[in-house]
Nanobody
Framework: QVQLVESGGGLVQPGGSLRLSCAAS????????MGWYRQAPGKERELVAV???????RYGDSVKGRITISRDTAKNTVYLQMNSLKPEDTAVYYC?????????WGQGTQVTVSS
């Protein structure tokens, strides 16, 4: 049973930082690419970052230079380090595994950037 559990969201001021975590289980973690997406109220879900099984990364244009995705195979965990946060980063952030078939998502964690 595939499970993705996000954590680490919260309220931060503009310019602050957060580190999100996604704990994965139910599949061979090291064999799959993992990603982070986000969805703000009234907007479509958008790609934030993706990391391949080999560790290569790609980022959405809006977060380049401020976001780092990483993975820890020993812990079956994907991280999203977010720095220099802006109000427009406010959204629910979701973890995703790229299976090539069924889509699997976590429950999401809320990030709010506000003064």
């Amino acid at each position: 049973q595939v499970q993705l559990v996000e954590s680490g969201g919260g309220l931060v001021q503009p310019g602050g930082s957060l580190r999100l975590s996604c704990a994965a289980s139910g599949f061979t973690f090291r064999n799959f690419a993992m990603g982070w997406y986000r969805q703000a109220p009234g907007k479509e879900r958008e790609l934030v970052a993706v990391i391949s099984s080999g560790g290569s990364t790609r980022y959405g244009d809006s977060v380049k230079g401020r976001i780092t995705i990483s993975r820890d195979t020993a812990k079956n965990t994907v991280y999203l380090q977010m720095n220099s946060l802006k109000p427009e980063d406010t959204a629910v952030y979701y973890c995703h595994v790229y299976t090539g078939g069924t889509d699997y998502w976590g429950q999401g964690t809320q990030v709010t950037v506000s003064s």
